[in-house]
């Protein structure tokens, strides 16, 4: 774990207040800076190897910020793999303190929808063979490289004829802040298929049916954006994704400085 915050040009002046994460792959700051509260998140090596596209988050970031949908991108300095966002303050609405708004699966449902109906140009698409090649190359095993194969395989029908909207790809209670909600971390985010996003929410939080009912109801609002013939078969993609992922931000490989 890094105790100081590195380097930045332009914020050579910023106060640390306290730390707010340290994952397998990144670390991140609370800094005070001009009279204001800014976010720094410095990469670890695993975020590189697992093949995260940090351009492209924050190309995303600022298409999202410009609709009221995530945190202000501030700056990004790749040599050092350091972002630097402002502040969102409130709670996270999976805090059991406060903060978790009334009927959330439905609300969250609707704030996905709000993700979805944008389109930019000059964003990231999410290709599933390349992630699943990354994360099973990072995990180093033979199982690993297996499911890839199978995963990569399933996506194919999937993705096919898919939306190629804005998707968050890690849209958990945890990620959302404050009211009327707004989405954070967006480091997974890419063009992709809303469905990955619902079926994303109902195997993190383990919905029950009256849950995954609220959820898609919020999403479909009067009409749904797609058929949701394939959210099922999106479930276990996501199941089988996320056990990938774990395997590969778990491996074991540790690098000097992660």
């Known amino acids: 774990m890094r105790d100081a915050m590195p380097p ?33 998140r410095q990469d670890r090596p695993r975020a590189a190897r697992i093949g995260l596209d940090r351009d492209g988050e924050f190309r995303v970031l600022r298409a999202a910020h410009r609709h009221g949908l995530a945190p202000e991108p501030l700056a990004w300095e790749p040599q050092r793999r350091v972002l630097v966002t402002r502040f969102l303050p409130g ?45 099973a190359r990072a995990a180093g095993t033979r199982d690993a490289r297996a499911m890839a194969r199978d995963l990569a395989g399933r996506s194919e029908g999937l993705y096919h004829e898919a939306p190629w909207v804005l998707c968050h790809h890690d849209p958990h209670l945890g990620n959302v802040i404050g009211e009327p909600g707004v989405l954070i971390d967006w480091e997974y985010a890419a063009l992709g298929h809303p469905l990955f996003d619902l079926a994303f ?28 013939d394939k959210l099922e078969d999106f479930r276990e993609f996501v199941a089988g994704i996320n056990d990938l992922w774990a395997l590969a931000v778990n491996s074991g490989d540790e690098q000097p400085g992660d």
């Open 91 to 135: 709670e996270s609405w999976d805090r059991q303190d406060g903060g978790v708004p009334a009927d959330p699966w439905r609300r969250l449902g609707a704030l996905l929808r709000r993700v979805h109906a944008l389109a930019p140009g000059g964003l990231p698409r999410f290709r599933p063979a390349m992630v699943l090649e990354d994360y």
């Open 8 to 40: 930045m040009p332009g914020y050579e002046s910023a106060r640390v207040l306290r730390r707010l994460g340290a994952g397998p792959l990144a670390d991140s700051w609370l800094v005070a800076h001009a009279e204001q509260q800014l976010v720094v």
């Open 201 to 228: 929410v109902i195997e993190y939080h383990g919905l029950d049916d009256a849950a995954g009912s609220a959820l898609l109801a919020g999403w479909a609002g009067q009409s749904p954006a797609v058929s949701l």
